[in-house]
């Protein structure tokens, strides 16, 4: 296959998968998921030769006529391929998760088929090259997950899936009007590595270009969990699990985040950005963001919420590394993508797992937790410890680098502002932990089983990705690692990176 | 356009196909359906066929103006032809029972003998005719097979149509008093102004507006469009209220000069956003499940005088004005359709109690997302391409505020369609009916919400057919 | 235009115009059905004053329009009066 097709074979693979599933008969159960299984790997292979591809020097985009002047275009950059990559490992894993998690659910030839459409909305973000098609593909991301927060039918995921439409929409139509704008006023909204108006030889007054910023970053920040914009992600975590672990703390929150890296670096350009002041509001609503989040999650006493609140909280550090216009910070704020999404999603497999196993949902129940689920409630730990931001994990990585980002230029309130966040993550993870490892379980319950603590598919994932997360420190220095791309994608923006 | 066929041939049997068809099922009335059915599916044919003697004109029976019939195909007809034949094939496949009806198939046939007649008409009193047989046609079918709501229903609309054609007729006997000529090319090229111009075009417009449904003359068309048969109301909302609107857009942009439409570009305008808040708002709080798809029409119909309100100051918004349409014909149609399965699976259409009809409504369900998604506006389909198309060019012209006003009447849309989205996720109760259609409505339905989501592909070629010169 | 032929239009016009107001305001379904009938008489006297020509000598394509329309309005008023049966016959169930 001809490589210039690579992102778009990427894009319909998963498409097709979700087709196939939804058109295979309810009771060929065994089928499905092998075909499911099959989408799954084949997208990896796929993301993988194309990152082979482009590692060895070469770049591909396919453009598609779509609306008179305004093609579709997929396109494979550095950061793209960083979120594709990132999507693609954990659709395998999270896939496996599902199966395992659903074993006695119902309607599970709709819930796999509009996974893979998930899916393909996400890698259609990810290697979207120009506005126009971020829009669609971000659009049938919230049509897609939908039906995945209402799955379970009844009147609170009911309610949840309107509330998550609400907002959702709500965001989406904001993205469209931006992109209307931007299109009337410039004619067009390529992803330009540099910024697409920093270099245009004529672009549209400043007041306009002020106007469609603030508008595409209230449409992204909807999904970025910005707040006031973030009411949605508590709401919606009715859903099951696997729901909230791949969509909720990876793909769906990392669109938006992703939306905005590119609407700041690949639409306005770092130069414009500065010039018209626009990253200083960002980064008051990224700050805002950071602390409400890990306020409220102090709050909460059942599990998933308080994950919840935590990635509103986290999923900011990506604004923050971006609005901060250094390249070390940036550097920071767009590997926390990778990062965040490998703890994050460790930690909602493991709340999963635990509810499946045990039926405890709530963090007052989950004494001496680590006797019954010693391997589940490991890899918790470990993310915590990420998310806290120690080494050596990749939480730290991240903190690292926006710290250090953040003291070059001068901005030492971010510093603070980062040892705050640690404080609270460390405020409302280390009970867990504690009641987990060092308390007693109430009499009788959570005894040791014979055999396996749970499902493999269910224990299994978090510990994979719980490691995933130790090496992406261990190996951070390497080329390979997600840190050497997003060193890649950097250097091009900035010019230069001075790693600490 | 190289003419390969005769487009004598085609554009007559265009016209007269249909009407044999309808003796036909008058003669072999226990065929009637099949014959309703394959006339529906070789309309389609011939339509397709028509695409390659686009710019062809022909008078039935070699008898010219004024008194013969003549009937001309620009790339503007050929796309109101291209998306009403695929709607009464698949609606007529997915139908039998209701063509089934006495009477129904012969009032189907005469009913796309109209609609044709009207895209194809050349001149100002065919199109008269033209209209009263599509009225006719519509009114008798809105009552068939259905209860006393539908029948009173059926009659109101037989009164609007009535007064709406004749409304239509005065101005075209006034135009003739004023010219003496009734073929629109030869109407415009007389260069009527002031009063002579001023009261037809108003008298045509008030009765083309009421036919069509556009607010606030739309009192109509809910109860018509809630209470009929389920491909009846397809028929109605993708097809029939669009023929008044073609004549409309025909005598503004054609019969009259280009001043006269900057002129009255405001009221169009104002029309059109009232229709698209009423309906919108109506919908929101609609109960039954038919009267809020009726009211989604009337909305949507709003988006095509607001484009109409525009064709002065940029021709984009003539393809804005098409595109609408032919989104809204095969979506609306689609979602008739889904909705009448759906409706009959749950036993009732009352949309708070709603639920999942189960896993062989599959095709149906998908229909209806497609379709609800095209309906909004949203990203690839063709209710897309026509919003994002009137933005550019209003934008263009310098009216900002088109872009906005049509993101957040999307928004609206989405609300009411989210309430079905909703439905479909709720389980249904123990006993669940199976479905007693047989797979070909679904996938009929689905057919015609695909088309609707390929449409937003098509932009290009559209622009190219009704942008040209004819 | 001469004073027959302006009296005969303003006749025409009026019909039209009481026509029209039958059919929207009236309440009862046959009042406005014969509304529509005479809102039709007062289009096609209408046309048939057109149908004069200067010199004494008589337009056909009036008379031809004339005779379309009042049998476009015969099928109508059929349709009409068959439909206002069956609202009576089925408030009556």
Redesign the interface.
């Given at each position: 296959m001809s490589p210039a097709w690579l992102p778009l074979a990427i894009v319909a693979t998963t498409l097709v998968s979700g087709v196939v599933i939804?058109l295979t008969p309810?009771r060929m159960v065994r089928t499905r998921s092998a075909l499911n299984l099959l989408g799954a790997v084949a997208t990896l292979g796929l993301v993988g030769l194309l990152v082979l591809r482009v590692s060895q020097g070469g770049s591909y985009a396919t453009r598609?006529?779509?609306?008179?002047g305004?093609p579709?275009v997929l396109q494979s950059d550095a950061l793209s391929l960083l979120f594709c990559g990132l999507s693609a490992v954990l659709w395998l894993i999270t896939t496996l998760y599902a199966v395992g998690y659903l074993r006695h659910g119902?309607h599970r030839?709709r819930f796999f088929g509009f996974f893979a459409f998930c899916v393909s909305a996400t890698m259609g973000v990810a290697l979207a090259g120009n506005l126009?098609t971020f829009?669609?593909f971000y659009?049938m991301l919230t049509?897609s997950t939908?039906?995945l927060v209402?799955?379970r039918?009844d009147a609170a995921?009911?309610r949840a899936?309107?509330i998550y439409?609400a907002y959702t929409?709500?965001g989406g139509?904001m993205l469209?009007?931006g992109t209307?704008?931007l299109?009337?006023?410039h004619g067009s909204g390529d992803f330009v590595v540099g910024g697409l108006l920093s270099q245009a030889e004529t672009r549209p007054g400043d007041g306009a270009l002020t106007l469609v910023f603030a508008v595409l970053i209230a449409g992204v920040g909807v999904k970025a969990a910005l707040v006031p914009l973030h009411g949605w992600l508590p709401v919606a975590m009715v859903a099951p699990a696997p729901v909230s672990a791949l969509l909720h703390a990876v793909a769906v929150v990392k669109a938006g985040a992703f939306g905005i890296v590119r609407i700041v670096y690949d639409l306005f350009g770092q130069t414009l950005a500065e010039t018209l002041h626009l990253l200083p509001p960002l980064s008051v609503v990224a700050a805002a963001t950071i602390l409400w989040g890990s306020i409220r999650a102090l709050g909460q006493d059942d599990l998933k919420r308080r994950l919840a609140y935590s990635t509103v909280s986290q999923v900011s550090y990506i604004a923050l590394g971006v609005s901060l216009a250094h390249p070390v910070a940036a550097l920071g704020g767009i590997i926390h993508l990778v990062h965040q999404g490998i703890m994050k999603i460790t930690l909602f497999f493991c709340a999963g797992a635990i509810a499946e196993t045990t039926g405890i949902k709530k963090i007052s129940d989950m004494d001496g937790l680590g006797r019954r689920m010693p391997w589940t409630m490991g890899a918790f730990t470990v993310a915590a410890i990420g998310m806290i931001g120690l080494p050596p994990t990749a939480g730290f990585v991240t903190k690292w680098y926006v710290s250090s980002g953040a003291l070059e230029s001068g901005q030492t309130w971010v510093m603070v502002l980062m040892l705050v966040s640690s404080g609270f993550n460390a405020a409302y993870f280390l009970p867990i932990i504690r009641r987990v490892w060092f308390a007693d379980p109430p009499p009788g319950t959570l005894l040791r089983p014979k055999g396996l603590e749970a499902s493999p598919l269910l224990f299994g994932p978090p510990v994979v990705t719980a490691a995933l997360t130790v090496l992406a420190a261990l190996f951070a220095e390497s080329q390979l690692s997600p840190l050497g791309w997003a060193e890649a994608l950097v250097l091009r923006e900035f010019g230069f990176v001075e790693t600490p | 356009m190289p003419t390969a066929a005769s487009p004598d041939a085609v554009l007559a049997a265009l016209v007269v196909l249909p009407l044999a068809a309808a003796l036909g099922t008058l003669v072999l009335p226990r065929l009637a359906p099949a014959v309703a059915t394959a006339a529906s599916w070789a309309n389609l044919a011939l339509v397709a066929f028509a695409f390659g003697t686009i710019g062809g004109e022909t008078w039935l029976a070699g008898w010219s103006a004024p008194l013969g019939i003549g009937l001309r195909l620009d790339g503007l007809a050929w796309v109101f032809l291209a998306f009403s034949a695929p709607v009464f094939a698949l609606a007529a496949s997915a139908g039998r029972a209701t063509l089934a009806e006495d009477g129904a198939a012969t009032l189907w046939t005469t009913l796309i003998a109209g609609v044709n007649a009207i895209f194809l008409g050349a001149d100002l009193f065919n199109l008269y005719v033209g209209l009263e047989v599509v009225s006719l046609s519509a009114a008798a079918l809105t009552a068939v097979g259905a209860g006393a709501a539908a029948a009173r229903a059926a009659l109101r609309y037989l009164f609007v149509g009535l007064g709406g054609s004749l409304l239509y007729l005065m101005a075209v006997a006034s135009i003739y008093r004023a010219t003496g000529a009734l073929d629109i090319g030869l109407v415009a090229s007389m260069g009527l102004q002031g009063p002579a111009l001023a009261t037809p075009l108003a008298l045509a417009t008030a009765g083309l507006l009421l036919k069509g449904g556009v607010a606030p003359f739309h009192f109509w068309l809910p109860p018509a469009h809630g209470n009929a048969a389920p491909i009846v109301s397809a028929a109605l909302s993708a097809v029939v209220v669009k023929t008044a609107l073609y004549v409309l857009l025909r005598l503004w942009l054609d019969v009259a000069p280009q001043t006269a439409l900057a002129d009255a570009a405001p009221i169009f305008r104002a029309l059109g956003l009232l229709a698209v808040v009423v309906g919108g708002v109506a919908a929101l709080r609609a109960l039954r499940l038919k009267a809020l798809i009726a009211y989604s029409t009337v909305a949507q119909l709003g988006y095509m005088a607001l484009a109409l309100g525009f064709a002065a100051e940029a021709p984009g918004a003539t393809v804005a004005f098409v595109a609408f349409a032919a989104a809204h014909a095969l979506a609306k149609s689609g979602l008739f359709v889904a909705a009448g399965m759906i409706a009959k699976a749950n036993g009732h259409d009352e949309v708070p109690r709603l639920t999942d009809p189960g896993t062989a409504y599959g095709p149906a369900k998908a229909a209806l997302a497609i379709s609800g998604g095209a309906l909004a506006g949203l990203p690839p389909t063709g209710g897309f391409l026509a919003k994002w198309t009137l933005a550019q060019d209003a934008a263009a012209a310098g009216a900002w505020w088109v872009a906005p006003a049509l993101v957040a009447a999307g928004l609206l849309t989405a609300a009411y369609m989210a309430r079905l989205a909703t439905a479909m996720m709720r389980d249904p109760p123990e006993n669940a009916a199976a479905d007693e259609g047989g797979p070909l409505r679904g996938w009929s339905a689905l057919a015609l919400a695909s088309a609707a989501l390929l449409l937003g592909f098509l932009g290009a070629p559209l622009a190219a057919l009704v942008e040209a010169e004819p | 235009m001469s004073p027959v032929d302006l009296l005969y239009t303003a006749v025409a016009v009026a019909l039209f115009g009481l026509g029209l107001g039958a059919l929207a305001l009236s309440a009862r379904p046959l009042k406005k059905l014969l509304g529509a009938n005479v809102m039709g008489t007062g289009v096609f006297s209408l046309l048939i004053v057109t149908a004069r020509g200067p010199d004494g000598a008589t337009d056909p394509v009036p008379h031809a329009l004339v005779i379309t329309g009042i049998v476009v309005t015969v099928a109508a008023t059929g349709l009409g009066l068959a439909l206002i049966r069956r609202t009576r016959s089925a408030s009556k169930d």
């Open positions: 939804f309810d598609m006529p779509f609306l008179p305004a579709l119902a030839p126009l829009l669609v659009e049509i939908y039906p209402t799955h039918g995921s009911l899936g309107r439409l929409l709500g139509a469209l009007l209307m704008l299109y009337a006023l | - | -």
